[in-house]
């Protein structure tokens, strides 16, 4: 077995066939994301500077703390991520989340999350990998058929 | 540019080994340039390049730019997505199956 470093800069992406205003209302309102994104919900105003919460649908606990960076509807969204559900993800410092949204022909619409500066973030890049898969599985499922992942 | 979502794209581009191995050399350390992935093959760069195409046309691999480099990236996402369609699905009936096969023997005990 090859022993491998988390990547500092790691790219998931996806195709969906939905509008890049779908996708991106699927990432910004918590009707969608509690479907999807392991049921949280994200409180903030999702204007630049603004702080970015991510919380358990009941509010029982925070998974997710960080700022917004960047917002261009429907194409764009950039935040700093620290991971609150681990302690020792939760001690290291924030990395910084990308979502991109191109749209394709035929309907089809690119999705790419660029989770990058994770250097001094060793534990959130081990930990973030299958649950990017989890989550943009999900958000394709949810907007192609209306309904979430099984399991 | 027309995108495939099928998963035709991505059972080809797994049927062979060489994209396989590129695929294993970008999960070891992501981020790699042409040049850094050739240095491991036994291949052209003109082959190597082909593969990655096939791996980039399947959603495998994306590619950034970093300065005036273009970096290749393993992007894990349609082979989760074959998982969830073709292996998951049948791994539970298996396993139901079994379960099923459990319950009837022991009633019958």
Redesign the interface.
């Given at each position: 077995m090859?022993t491998?470093?988390a990547?500092a800069?790691?790219?998931?992406?996806?195709?969906?066939?939905a509008t890049p205003e779908a996708i991106w209302d699927a990432i910004t309102k918590p009707e969608f994301t509690a479907r999807y994104f392991y049921g949280s919900i994200f409180d903030t105003t999702w204007e630049p500077g603004a702080p970015l919460a991510g919380w358990a649908a009941d509010r029982s606990q925070q998974y997710v703390d960080g700022e917004i960076l960047e917002v261009s509807p429907p194409t764009r969204l950039v935040t700093t991520w620290r991971a609150l559900y681990d302690a020792e993800t939760a001690a290291e410092p924030h990395s910084r989340v990308t979502w991109e949204i191109e749209p394709?022909?035929?309907g089809?619409t690119?999705l790419?999350v660029?989770h990058d500066e994770l250097e001094s973030a060793p534990m959130t890049a081990a930990n973030v990998?299958g649950g990017?898969?989890?989550v943009?599985?999900g958000l394709?499922?949810l907007l192609e058929t209306g309904e979430p992942?099984a399991? | 540019?027309?995108?495939?979502?099928d998963d035709d794209r991505v059972f080809k581009a797994l049927a062979d080994p060489t994209r396989r191995h590129l695929l294993d050399r970008l999960?070891?350390?992501?981020?790699r340039t042409l040049t850094e992935l050739e240095s491991e093959l036994e291949m052209t760069r003109f082959g190597v390049m082909k593969h990655l195409r096939v791996l980039e046309e399947a959603?495998l691999v994306?590619t950034?730019r970093s300065g005036r480099e273009k970096l290749h990236?393993?992007?894990?996402?349609?082979i989760?997505?074959i998982h969830?369609r073709w292996i998951?699905k049948y791994r539970e009936r298996r396993v139901a199956a079994l379960a099923d096969l459990k319950t009837e023997l022991e009633e019958s005990a």
């Open positions: 090859t491998t470093t990547q800069t790691q790219v998931y992406q996806v195709f969906i066939k394709g022909e035929d089809v690119k790419t660029i990998a990017w898969m989890y943009l599985s394709k499922t992942l399991g | 540019m027309v995108w495939d979502v999960y070891e350390r992501d981020g959603g994306t950034r990236f393993l992007n894990p996402v349609p989760r997505l969830d998951d």
